[in-house]
């Protein structure tokens, strides 16, 4: 089966730009997660999906941090204006319906503030 | 609440040595617990996961991990190194809920001399 994809792999853009990250989980994995992954950390979840509506986004910075999952299938997450702090790998990750905890992610998109 | 910790932040084996990489928890009840590996400028790859049962879990590429409740540890070992194994190491956890996001730690270094 395909796995996660992410777009783009990279992206460096300057400081109080916007950004925009997309994610396309395995088809039919209901849930889906943003995880962010600064250098030198373990990732560290941002928001999660079931289908098309949110689960937890305790940890997104909502005042700059926007995500969605229109149709409950692909998703983008937001930044808008970025800072310097925001600097990290985006991760994307997908789980089934098996409950055998199988967690797929993507490749990542690596951001640079600048 | 849950967490991880990864006592060793950089660890360095000789090829053909053996590997014991570190990871404690903390949760209240029995956990997902999970290890993955991240290469340079790739997503994370699932190397085992433990659910229940027998407490040694054998997984991809000739590594395993013992759960020891009593000592809250979940220790990655391999018998031998390889010099591709030289990667990121994540242990993570997840509640008893399905589906819950995972909570990772921050990660182990390791390089592999020959």
């Known amino acids: 089966e395909a796995g996660v994809a992410q777009s783009p792999r990279y992206k460096i853009i300057e400081k109080r730009q916007s950004v925009a990250f997309w994610c396309n989980p395995i088809?039919?994995?209901?849930?889906l997660y943003w995880y962010q992954q600064i250098l030198g950390q373990g990732p560290k979840l941002l928001i999660q999906?079931?289908?098309?509506?949110?689960?937890?986004d305790s940890q997104l910075p909502k005042d700059r941090f926007s995500a969605e999952r229109l149709k409950g299938v692909d998703s983008t997450l937001k930044i808008q204006p970025a800072k310097l702090e925001d600097s990290a790998v985006y991760l994307c990750?997908?789980?089934?319906?098996?409950?055998?905890?199988?967690?797929?992610f993507g490749s990542g998109t690596r951001l640079t503030v600048v | 609440a849950q967490s991880v910790t990864q006592p060793d932040i950089h660890i360095t084996v000789s090829e053909g040595a053996s590997l014991e990489l570190r990871c404690n928890y903390s949760?209240?009840?029995?956990?997902?617990l999970f290890w993955y590996v991240q290469s340079p400028g790739q997503g994370l790859q699932l190397l085992l996961k433990?659910?229940?049962?027998?407490?040694l879990v054998q997984g991809i590429k000739g590594f395993e991990a013992e759960f020891k409740r009593s000592q809250s540890s979940f220790n990655l070992r391999k018998p031998s190194v390889h010099w591709s194994d030289a990667a990121e190491y994540f242990c993570?956890?997840?509640?008893?809920?399905?589906?819950?996001?995972?909570?990772f730690g921050k990660g182990t270094t390791l390089s592999v001399s020959s």
């Open positions: 949760y209240g009840a029995t956990p997902y």
């Open positions: 990750a997908s789980l089934g319906h098996s409950g055998n905890y199988g967690y797929t």
């Open positions: 999906f079931q289908n098309n509506g949110v689960v937890d």
């Open positions: 088809s039919g994995h209901a849930t």
């Open positions: 993570a956890v997840g509640a008893g809920q399905a589906g819950t996001a995972l909570i």
């Open positions: 433990y659910f229940s049962g027998d407490t």
